[in-house]
């Protein structure tokens, strides 16, 4: 398993070791003992859930206020573009973003710890979206990040076209309008 750091700590691209013949391909999607070594943590996952989408559903950014879920995701069918808004108050990285293009041919997974808002922009005619999260969903506790947020600027790939929302994704908040302050006065935006 390889694992890329991104901009925001604790943020992981991790791509598996694939072997591939003339049959087709195997890999492990996953294991609990080389993903802690891999990330440095011991979460365990609870929840494991599977969305389909359309091209050009946007769902997100979402997260939870109490019950942060850390998210390992990854496409099974179809492209999508991944992404995370590091709100972690306490954070250096409040505000940034970043993003990956995570498709059925990659493989790759990205591994967004709890604290996190995430979301994804369906590339494909349509994708097929799994991920594992550590904690239960709450929607209590379930809160949204406009995905247009100008403080943030997450550079998605509409080419031109407006993304498919749904009514919730449709009300979401700016970082300022939810609440959430850096306490380190840090919203330097896009990582």
Same mark, same amino acid.
């Given at each position: 398993?390889?694992?890329?750091? +991104?901009?925001?700590?604790?943020?992981?691209?991790?791509?598996?070791?694939?072997?591939?013949?003339?049959?087709?391909?195997?890999?492990?999607?996953?294991?609990?003992?080389?993903?802690? !070594?891999? +990330?440095?943590?011991?979460?365990?996952?609870?929840?494991?859930?599977?969305?389909? &989408?359309?091209?050009?559903?946007?769902?997100?950014?979402?997260?939870?206020? +109490?019950?942060?879920?850390?998210?390992?995701?990854?496409?099974?069918?179809?492209?999508?573009?991944?992404?995370?808004?590091?709100?972690?108050?306490?954070?250096?990285?409040?505000?940034?973003?970043?993003?990956?293009?995570?498709?059925?041919?990659?493989?790759?997974?990205?591994?967004?710890?709890?604290?996190?808002?995430?979301?994804?922009?369906?590339? &494909?005619?349509?994708?097929?979206?799994?991920?594992?999260?550590?904690?239960?969903?709450?929607?209590?506790?379930?809160?949204?990040?406009?995905?247009?947020?100008?403080?943030?600027?997450?550079?998605?790939?509409?080419?031109?076209?407006?993304?498919?929302? &749904?009514?919730? !994704?449709?009300?979401?908040?700016?970082?300022?309008?939810?609440?959430?302050?850096?306490?380190?006065?840090?919203?330097?935006?896009?990582?």
């Amino acid at each position: 398993m390889k694992t890329t750091p +991104t901009a925001i700590p604790g943020v992981l691209i991790i791509e598996p070791k694939v072997f591939g013949d003339a049959r087709g391909f195997f890999f492990e999607s996953f294991n609990q003992k080389a993903f802690n !070594d891999a +990330t440095g943590t011991d979460h365990q996952f609870v929840q494991d859930n599977h969305s389909r &989408s359309a091209k050009g559903v946007l769902r997100g950014m979402h997260y939870q206020s +109490t019950q942060p879920q850390g998210k390992l995701v990854r496409v099974v069918r179809g492209a999508v573009f991944d992404v995370a808004v590091d709100v972690r108050p306490e954070s250096p990285a409040f505000g940034r973003w970043v993003g990956v293009e995570l498709t059925e041919d990659n493989h790759k997974q990205m591994w967004v710890p709890p604290g996190l808002a995430h979301g994804f922009l369906v590339l &494909s005619d349509s994708a097929d979206f799994v991920y594992k999260t550590t904690d239960y969903y709450a929607p209590e506790f379930e809160r949204c990040i406009a995905w247009d947020d100008p403080a943030i600027g997450i550079e998605w790939p509409l080419e031109g076209l407006a993304p498919k929302l &749904s009514a919730k !994704d449709m009300q979401g908040q700016s970082l300022g309008a939810a609440g959430i302050d850096n306490v380190n006065g840090d919203k330097s935006g896009k990582a």
